[in-house]
């Protein structure tokens, strides 16, 4: 897994809408970038209404939110609409992304894993965990003093 210091490894995924987003895109702005492991799920869609109900305040703050998940495309847009998500849901169905930042689980999912990433596209901070309230109180701890 990616640690603190490491630069973000680059990757272009679809996106919930069906169009295509490049990480490189973001660089000049911090970046909470988060893996998941199932849309739709109990603990996912927790993770993800956390991040949308806070979302104002990290776009107030520059800082852009990337989700990612291996589920498909269809899975990553029904998701999105269902919670209302405003950012980009990466469908990594593939896995190569996941695997990019060591985060696929022995299951083929992702783990949940939270990466901070400065405005030049390194890993300021790592949250690790199955309980998704941590990795949404860290990020929001970022607004008060984002990376810089």
Known sequence: ML???QEAPDFSGTIA???K???SSFRGRPV???FYPKANTPGCTLEARGFTEHFPEFQRAGISIIGVSVDSVGAQKSFAEKCSIPFPLVADRDKAIARQYGVLG???TAKRVTFFLDASGRV????EGMMP????QRALS???APPS
């Open 106 to 108: 022995l299951l083929g």
């Open 124 to 127: 300021v901070d790592v949250v």
């Open 21 to 23: 987003l490049t990480l």
């Open 133 to 136: 309230g941590p990795h949404v």
């Open 32 to 34: 909470v970038l988060y």
């Open 17 to 19: 809408d069906g169009s």
């Open 142 to 144: 970022k607004i008060q």
């Open 3 to 5: 640690a603190v210091g």
